[in-house]
């Protein structure tokens, strides 16, 4: 199966005026309710839906001092987030998966001992720019992560926020695995402490869910902010702190500052997709909703449900359409199964096309051609898979895949996946 970006990618944003979507509402209504969390998670529910009917939004604090100042596709306006929509979120995953009460516990422990750690960081009472504060503040989140266990995993993807919060038991023979992945440098005295465990694994987006899961408990002016995938490459997520128009990029990979340059030259961003906010701009409560349904999608492609795969990534693209790796996977999936009704051959269309205008690259550009043959357009398919061809690297194997579709095409097929053509 064809991934966007090898897993997956995701966001969601809360725009401004408008409602906190009810999905997360909904996920919370199902959270515990024995003891003192009864009164505490219904105060929370009934905070946000009132927050909800009143269509309130979140001041922006004032700025001042140094820092780097907003570019094009960034957003000045940060909404502090709303609470518990993380936990609302993996309440979302037990859709494909058994969400237990030992996987809220360790994301209580965490999110309570990192809250706790950034209350003793010094602060400033008039709520002006200070660079220094926030990196204060992000460095204590990244060491309480570091002192629970959570690692960057040594191969592969984790899918889930439920998978991260699961712990594991480190072989011997895997701990080389784990020392020698370069974002686990920094977490080698911990393996040996922790050694055999339990370890957490986490990855970019998920990390920046827990930064974000602090931050609703602590009022930080935090965002996640991705970055599209391109050439078979994964996307990437990290989040940003901001002030008015000041802000900082914090690499949760890594626990350092990078600006946007560095994430531009790296990952070969494009400034249009800056300009359409389909890379690095902040993303709030409806982008983040998007993402948890992409991480939907993903885990229903994996295990072969087409149908509920294209529910999650339609509704991914509703809330987030700026989201290029929810664009591609939807118009791949429609494109190359039997036609579904979520997303219709036109549709497959105009969301790939999407894509190629703002990140021209090959596999975008094979996308769009199985797009156009599923919707009968076999010429400018034809076009569109000679261009992935031409574009794609000459000792890449992606080729071979490019030339096998193209032959169907210049016979008048479409491709489809294995197993996913209409049957006989």
């Keep these: 199966m064809k991934m966007a970006n090898g897993r997956g990618g995701g966001a969601i944003f809360r725009r401004q005026g408008r409602p906190i979507a009810p999905e997360v509402l909904i996920g919370l209504l199902v959270l515990p309710s024995r003891g003192r969390c009864r009164g505490y998670y219904h105060r929370l529910v009934l905070g946000l839906l009132l927050a909800a009917s009143l269509n309130l939004s979140s001041p922006n604090a004032a700025s001042a001092g140094g820092g780097q100042t907003a570019t094009e596709g960034s957003q000045p306006a940060v909404n502090l987030p709303s609470s518990d929509r993380v936990l609302g979120m993996l309440e979302m995953e037990s859709e494909v998966q058994l969400v237990t009460d030992a996987m809220r516990s360790v994301f209580r422990e965490f999110t309570e001992d990192a809250v706790a750690a950034v209350a003793q960081v010094p602060r400033r009472i008039d709520g002006r720019w200070d660079r220094r504060e926030a990196e204060a503040v992000l460095r204590c989140i990244d060491a309480t992560l570091v002192r629970h266990g959570f690692l960057y995993p040594g191969t592969g993807a984790v899918d889930l926020l439920a998978e991260a919060l699961a712990p594991f038991q480190m072989t011997t023979h895997e701990r080389p695995s784990y020392e020698a992945q370069a974002h686990n440098r920094r977490r080698r005295a911990m393996i040996a402490e922790r050694f055999p465990g339990p370890f957490y694994p986490i990855d970019c987006d998920l990390a920046g869910l827990l930064y974000l899961a602090v931050a609703e408990r602590s009022g930080l002016p935090l965002s996640l902010v991705l970055i599209p995938s391109r050439r078979g490459n994964p996307g990437h997520a990290f989040v940003r702190w901001r002030n008015g128009a000041r802000y900082l990029n914090w690499e949760t990979n890594e626990g350092r500052v990078l600006t946007d340059a560095d994430y531009l030259q790296e990952y070969g961003i494009q400034r249009a997709e800056v300009r359409a906010k389909s890379a690095l701009a902040d993303l709030g409560s ?104 031409r574009y794609s690297s000459n000792s890449g194997g992606e080729r071979i895949g490019y030339r096998a579709r193209l032959h169907l095409y210049e016979q008048g097929r479409r491709y489809y996946l294995p197993g996913a053509g209409p049957t006989p």
């Design 286 to 389: 409806e982008q983040l909703l998007a993402c948890a349904h992409h991480r939907l999608a993903i885990v229903h492609e994996r295990r072969g449900d087409v149908e509920s795969a294209l529910r999650h990534l339609a509704r991914a693209r509703q809330l987030f359409p700026q989201n290029l790796d929810v664009r591609r996977q939807l118009a791949w999936l429609a494109a190359t199964t039997a036609t579904h009704p979520a997303c219709p051959p036109s549709a497959a269309v105009e969301n790939a096309a999407y894509v190629v205008r703002l990140l021209d690259e090959p596999d975008a550009r094979d996308t769009l051609a199985a797009a156009l043959a599923a919707a009968g357009r076999f010429t400018e398919a034809i076009q569109q898979e000679k261009a992935a061809i």
